[in-house]
């Protein structure tokens, strides 16, 4: 059983930045994929951010270099460096943990706001 607390959601003007912060606790955290999906107002939830146990990283298309994922094995947190931010990046951002080969295991989200 994996528990993933999301926080460093909130309101931000565009162009600005924010960084989310997911702690994990109940799991090898250093063998698991972590990650982050969003889910704006009526639309699906779509992936953006993926960190390996190894360090690799992936993006979607619509981040990518504004993004930054990285993981801190020692803390068993994993954040989510927002940068450039726009409008369209609005959406509750929620985290996941991957087991290899197993079970995925989501936070309960945290809003992102990004407004004049």
């Known amino acids: 059983q994996v528990q993933l607390v999301e926080s460093g959601g909130g309101l931000v003007q565009p162009g600005g930045s924010l960084r989310l912060s997911c702690a994990a606790s109940?799991?090898?955290?250093?063998?698991?994929?972590m990650g982050w999906y969003r889910q704006a107002p009526e639309k699906e939830r779509e992936w953006v951010a993926s960190?390996?146990?190894?360090?690799?990283?992936n993006y979607a298309n619509s981040v990518k270099g504004r993004f930054t994922i990285s993981r801190d094995n020692a803390k068993t947190t994993v954040y989510l460096q927002m940068g450039s931010l726009k409008p369209e990046d609005t959406a509750v951002y929620f985290c996941?943990?991957?087991?290899?080969?197993?079970?995925?295991?989501w936070g309960q989200g945290t809003q992102v706001t990004i407004s004049s």
């Open positions: 996941f943990s991957q087991q290899p080969g197993g079970n995925r295991y």
């Open positions: 960190i390996f146990s190894g360090g690799l990283t």
């Open positions: 109940g799991s090898a955290f250093r063998s698991n994929t």
